[in-house]
């Protein structure tokens, strides 16, 4: 009985915050989210990346072993992809294959797996998703529009956030108290604001191919956690931080890939994005239970 408790504890907040988000968007359609986007893009998540890496307790080697296991992981999820876009008779593979190889690690698989875990979970699950915001805007940027663009690089604080909490985590150097107070309140309004701009996105978008939609997605929501699985076991992973990488390779689409699609890549690439986010998103409210029951059952 404790852990359906703890399992209700973990994904109460997460769903709730997504359901204020969602209600605001069905009685206002016209809601502008520009200020979240900018704010979580250029503020929230460099402060969350720099107080979820350096203040949460993980080791450096904790926060590099991570971030190579979900490398492989994405491995992995760009050869289900491309063999699931394949079978689908896709015409342009690259431009839709972003949805199904970065998943919702920030806004969705951060919090839960914060709450799943406390602190530690956190810096483990911030390593993790610092590889997904770098290759947001790397590859991501890279497959939507067909060629790379290093502007957009030296042009994204998150980036500049990621290669600082390497350096303060490698060398070990304790950063200020007025610090970490700041990057810790910013964290935790840019988390209640992305849940809520997650919600408010699912009004909005909308499903274009319904029958393409539930196979991406089941590609995604369960494909991931097999992947998760397959990768605690190979590298016989043990403790909380196997649960956070089971966890955070289980998350849905992220919305950030419509973002990104809208910018570089055509309506039609961009209409069948959105569907793949909303039906693995919707997916996940079954599948994301099921998978974090697993972790605090077999890795706390």
Known sequence: MEIYIKLFEVLFPVFFVVGIGYYLGRKNPKI?????????????????IIYAVTSTGITFEIF????????I??????????IT???????????????LILPNTGNMGLPIC????????????????????????????FLADRKFNFRVI?????????????????????????VINTTEWLMYATIFLILMSLGIALTRLKVFSLNKAIISSLTRTIIGPIIGISLI?????????AGVLLIQCSMPSAVLNYLVASIYSPKKIVDS????????????????PVVVFIALKYFS
């Open 32 to 48: 502008d989210t520009t200020f979240i986007t900018n704010f979580a893009a250029n503020i929230g998540t460099p402060a969350m």
């Open 64 to 71: 590099a072993k991570y971030f190579w296991y979900y490398l």
């Open 73 to 82: 992981a994405i491995i992995l999820f760009s050869l289900f992809g491309i």
């Open 85 to 99: 876009l394949y079978i689908l008779k896709t015409k342009d593979i690259v431009r839709e294959l972003p949805p």
């Open 114 to 141: 914060l709450f799943a875990y406390g602190s530690q979970g956190l810096g483990v699950s911030a390593a993790i998703t610092s590889l997904i915001i770098l290759f947001h805007f790397t590859l991501g940027v």
């Open 154 to 178: 030296a042009q994204n604080p998150p980036f500049y956030a990621i290669l600082f909490s390497a350096v303060i985590l490698f060398y070990e150097i304790k950063l200020p108290t007025f």
């Open 233 to 241: 076991s190979f590298f016989n992973l043990s403790g909380f931080a």
């Open 273 to 288: 994005v959105a569907s793949t986010i909303v039906v693995s998103t919707l997916m996940s409210f079954i599948t994301v």
